[in-house]
Nanobody, 122 residues
């Protein structure tokens, strides 16, 4: 079983920055693509950014040029550097990943963690 623990959220003023972290632990042989999602109040969860095991990244149009996703494969951790934050970035941020277990079974996703709340407000 694999668990994801997100951290780094908080209250920040518009224009500010935050760095989110998500650590995966458990029965992991390798992790494929790691992704960040967010869910704003009253809205559906949306994909924010993804990074492949080889380092290829992709972003939602709404965060391009402001957010940077990265990963540390040795630590099974994915990061999201968020700059120039806007009130519309306010949401609970979640990570997820596809992974291969020690037994060789591939899983396309993991049970959602608790997320980390980002509030952008003056």
């Amino acid at each position: 079983q694999v668990q994801l623990v997100e951290s780094g959220g908080g209250l920040v003023q518009p224009g500010g920055s935050l760095r989110l972290s998500c650590a995966a632990s458990g029965n992991i042989f390798s992790i494929n693509t790691m992704r960040w999602y967010r869910q704003a109040p009253g809205k559906a969860r949306e994909l924010v950014a993804g990074v492949s095991s080889g380092g290829t990244t992709n972003y939602a149009d709404s965060v391009k040029g402001r957010f940077t996703i990265s990963r540390d494969n040795a630590k099974n951790t994915v990061y999201l550097q968020m700059n120039s934050l806007k009130p519309e970035d306010t949401a609970v941020y979640y990570c997820n990943a596809g992974f291969t277990s020690d037994s060789g079974t591939y899983y396309s996703s993991v049970a959602w963690g608790q997320g980390t709340l980002v509030t952008v407000s003056s």
